[in-house]
């Protein structure tokens, strides 16, 4: 009896925990496949979409994308942020979501659909399949970046003690120093605590001259994850004072290192090397086998990691397949001159939710 193949739009909170379960458990799937992350969006004039290809009932393959309309107008921007999964190109899933997908931009009056190539840049197997399909113009949608960049410490089938062993001298005395500076370990957050890490979180952006995620992006990351199990909110604490904390979000055998800040009063016991540390023990723990500091944002942040010997990696830069040229020249002109304001009033939106 043949096989009963079927591409179709998730459409329920079971279909998008199936997705996410899907996800978790192929290896190097990226988080900003998983719905719970595409939902944090939502607060910021993005609607999230997942497109399974099932087969007897069983998720297989499949893409999540987000889609923002133009105000006023009837159309739309997509962004597929590394995806579809599995990104192998030769598998008839990948074809089948890709027509659907392209299908799903025409009905919906797309001016383009820009993706992230979830390929690394020393292969493109990948990227000259997308060419051929039409993604063969530059990124166009530059108001925000949907992606990473690999950081990665390698896990598998290492002990604490080999781990331990691959970082250099200096961050390995500093995690010895960390664990004798009485600090006390938390992982369990209410209201009150999941506030109080944001705020902490937020300051210390603004002080580093960003911003930080919006809190109700975050929170919406937070709702989704944590009763399934897929997020770890570590925190260092002195006494009844909030030390540190780092935000954990665990997909595609990938513990990702998604948020974090520390009090610089507290930086000569080095909160951070405790908390990274212990993030690593719990990804050990739960039988991850990479560790992802993700990104290097400034020689700061890029020297601590480097302290870890990461292997860093990077992404194909995003393409796009351009559906109405005019619009999209349009728009894009319109986003270079207009991005400090749309960041303003998408963050607006965001506190507003």
Known sequence: MPDTVVV????????FAAWD????DLPGAHFFQ???????????????HVLVCEINGVIRAGVGFLVTKLPWLPWRIFIIPHGPLPSIPSLQSWSLLMARLDEICVESRAIYAQVYPHELTENSVLLSRLHEIGFTDPPMFGSHRFSSTPVTVDLAGKSEAEVLMTFRPRTRQYIRKSLSSEFELRTTADEATFHKVYELVAQQAM???YSARPYASMRSTWEWFAPKGGVSLMQAWWKDTLVGAIYILYTGQTAYYLAGAFRREFSERRPAEFLHWHAILEAMK??????DLVNTVSSGVEQFKRGFRPMEQSWHAPRTKVYRPFLARATRAAEKVLK????????????RS
Do not use: N
């Not at 739960?286 to 560790?291: D, E, F, L, Q, S």
């Open 286 to 291: 739960r039988r991850v086998a990479t560790y």
């Open 34 to 48: 998983t719905y719970g992350w595409l939902h944090s969006y939502q607060s910021m004039g993005f609607t999230p």
């Open 21 to 24: 379960r899907y996800v978790f």
């Open 340 to 351: 400090p304001i749309i960041r303003t009033l998408v963050r607006y939106q965001a506190d």
């Open 8 to 15: 179709r739009l998730c459409a329920s909170e079971k279909d």
């Open 207 to 209: 002080q580093k001259g």
